[in-house]
């Protein structure tokens, strides 16, 4: 099982932060780089507790899709998706938001394991890890950005 920690801080309210988190819309402007589209579940606007989605989004050349589903939610504080079809044996995703002198610290905990045996573990070593980090990297300098320059309009 392969764990990506993350922890990026912003000027941000927490309110604010957590709803562009879990904003549909907002995460696909953030992923355009990959194509990044809802395409069934919750398809626009915020998701919330018990709700799914399902990506499809172009990584290493190939369309590939990704259903989740919002298995915790704890507003403003935490919220997790949990993979429930897709190319992972298992993927969760714990987002946690903290509220520090009027500051927030949002930090992203990725737990997911491949299928395929050696050949998955390699192809993670090689590529799948760095890729997936640097992919929520960008969402969150997404987000920090928008934060932190007031933006407001979130259905």
């Known amino acids: 099982m392969t764990t990506i920690n993350l922890s990026t801080h912003i000027n941000a309210s927490i309110e604010l932060v957590f709803d562009l988190s879990r904003s549909i819309d907002f995460h696909m402007e953030a992923a355009s780089q990959t194509d990044e589209k809802a395409i069934a579940g919750r ?7 018990g709700e799914t989605v399902t990506w499809r989004g172009k990584h290493f050349g190939v369309f590939l899709k990704h259903s989740s589903k919002i298995v915790e939610y704890e507003p403003p504080l935490k919220f997790t998706d949990q993979m429930i079809e897709g190319h992972f044996q298992y993927f969760r995703h714990e987002h946690t938001f903290l509220s520090e002198n009027g500051r927030t610290i949002m930090k992203d905990r990725l737990k997911y394991e491949m299928p395929f045996g050696i050949f998955g573990r390699l192809f993670d070593f090689l590529f799948l ?15 920090m950005n928008a934060a932190e320059n007031n933006m407001t309009t979130l259905d």
């Open 129 to 143: 890890k760095n890729h997936l980090k640097t992919f929520i990297e960008r969402r969150n300098t997404s987000i």
């Open 43 to 49: 398809t626009s606007g915020l998701i919330s507790y």
